[in-house]
């Protein structure tokens, strides 16, 4: 897929830099034609001979992404997170950020959720405007994280930090995130574009085959990772039941997955577990 064919992403090339914004109403959700638009997105810049670094941004203001579509998750089968024992699908789409030898940087500004802080987390480095909210908000739903969130996470920010997060599920702010290293460091919101601009540019102007051997290195002081997505897409899997499929219908009654509802999940978290203390 060439760039002119992504419907959610526009893509302009220039100085080695693909920038990469995501336009899609009403708030930048992941839904299954954002997925699409990915796909296409990561293929393209693997093949772009013209880029050496991916920046993804978001024409609004208030969302990078909001996070994956809950009635997308609601409706899938719980065997779309692939093969026992191995990476999902979206792990082996995401994680090919890491791998290549090119650079991907995340421009946060506004909410990055659940799916949308997980894209972010797969890129090599993350900058956040000061009003950026990250967050993992699946286990308020009955799932977890299914598209890498348990496991970059846990190694950007250490155990504890993770758990918190994941558990509580609660936003964290652009300083704080910066802080604890969930992102590399966090700005002014009208330095974002500036400042992650000449960061790319700085990038793709250094030696191809330098910047791809000091990837590589940098790579190989992680651990294996797809043993920690095997477990991870294991006990995603284990989280669609049919309460859980239900849970998530009540949180797109409750007023998720709009404009307004989204500025603050807390309010329709809240109603859903008041709800489900009443009982049957």
């Not at 526009?10 to 920038?19: D, F, H, L, P, Q």
């Not at 093969?83 to 979206?90: F, I, L, N």
């Not at 300083?175 to 966090?186: C, D, L, M, Q, T």
Request: glycine share 10%.
């Amino acid at each position: 897929m060439a760039y002119e064919e992504l419907s959610a992403i526009s893509v302009e090339v220039e100085r080695g830099v693909a920038w990469a914004t995501i336009d899609h109403p009403p708030m930048n959700l992941w839904d299954r034609a954002f997925t699409g638009d990915l796909v296409g997105l990561i293929g393209g810049f693997e093949r772009d001979d013209a880029s050496r670094v991916l920046v993804l941004a978001s024409a609004d203001p208030e969302f990078f992404i909001a996070h994956a579509d809950v009635q997308m998750i609601r409706d899938m089968p719980a065997d779309v997170q692939g093969t026992p024992g191995a990476p999902a699908p979206v792990n082996v789409l995401l994680e090919r950020l890491r791998i290549m030898p090119k650079v991907s940087i995340a421009a946060i500004g506004g909410i990055a959720r659940g799916g949308g802080s997980e894209i972010a987390l797969a890129c090599d480095m993350r900058i956040a405007a000061r009003s950026a909210r990250l967050n993992q908000p699946e286990v308020a739903l009955g799932i977890i994280p299914g598209a890498g969130g348990t496991q970059r996470l846990t190694r950007l920010v250490g155990r504890a930090r993770a758990l918190e997060i994941i558990l509580g599920c609660a936003d964290v702010s652009g300083e704080e995130a910066a802080a604890i290293g969930y992102v590399n460091r966090v700005v002014d919101d009208d330095q974002l574009v500036p400042v992650a601009r000449a960061l790319a540019e700085r990038i793709a102007a250094q030696p191809v085959a330098a910047v791809a051997a000091a990837k590589s290195a940098v790579n190989a002081a992680g651990t294996d990772v797809d043993a920690g997505f095997a477990v991870e897409a294991e006990a995603f899997r284990g989280t669609l039941t049919d309460d859980v499929r239900q849970r998530m219908q009540r949180f797109l009654d409750a007023g998720g997955q709009t404009r307004v509802g989204e500025q603050d999940l807390d309010p329709l978290f809240a109603q859903m577990a008041e709800f489900e203390a009443k009982g049957p």
